[in-house]
C-alpha cells in the first residue's frame, strides 16, 4: 500500500544564481563573483545581505554550547517563533539581521518509503529574500541562518515548514530600527502565492551533486 508522509526534516538546501536579478538595492553587485550552485548545503560558503553588500558567509551558526558538544551539527535553521523567546537567537535578532537570496529550494516528502526531493521557486523565476541571522566570529568570519515559518497552505503540502521569505514590505521592516518585538509582529507570512513547486531528481540527495539538472521537473517513466 502507497503511503505519504512528511519528513520533518527542516529546510537544509537550496539554489543561488546571482544573474537571476532582483539584486538591483545591492552595492556591491558590479563585479561580484559568484558561480551558479544548485545544491547548497549547510557548511557552504555563500552570500548573504548585510548592509546592502553581498558578504561571504558560513551557512549554518556554532553557539558555544553547541561547540562544546562531541558530535555537534551547526544551526542551519531558526524558527521564527522563537527570535523572540531564546536567548541564543534574542540578541542577533536585535541587531544582526540579514536576507538571504535564494533562487529556489528543496524539501522532501516520503512517498511509497522514498525520500522524494521537491523544487520551489518563484512563480516569475527571480531571486527570493530569506530572513536570516548573522553572527560575526572573532577569526573574521561570518556565520548564518536561515529563517523559517509555518509553510503557507498553498506550499505545505510537502511540507509543514518553510524559509520566511520576504516582499518588499516585509524586507523594509526586517531590516529597519524598530524595536524587535515590533518587527515580529509587522513581518507577513503571507507569501504562498508567489511560489511553485514541482518534483525533481533525486539526484540533490548526494550535495556532491551540483548542476542544472537538479530543478528541472522530474516525471518518473513507469515500466
Known sequence: MGSEMCIRDRCGRYYLSIDLGNLSFVDNLSGYDFEDNFNIAPQANVPIVIDNNLVNCTWGYYPQWLKDQSNSKPLFNTRFESLLEKKTFISAFKKSRCLVPISGWYEWKVIDDTKQPFFFKHKDNENMFAAGLYWKRSDGTTEFTIITTAAPIEINEVHDRSPLILD???????????????????????????????????????????NASLIEEFNEVPF
Open 168 to 210: 518588499d514590505v516585509s524586507m523594509g521592516i526586517w531590516l529597519s530600527d524598530d524595536n524587535p518585538e515590533n518587527i515580529h509582529e509587522n513581518i507577513s507570512h503571507d507569501f504562498g502565492s508567489t511560489i511553485e513547486y514541482y518534483q525533481v531528481t533525486r539526484s540533490v540527495n548526494n550535495p556532491k551533486n551540483n
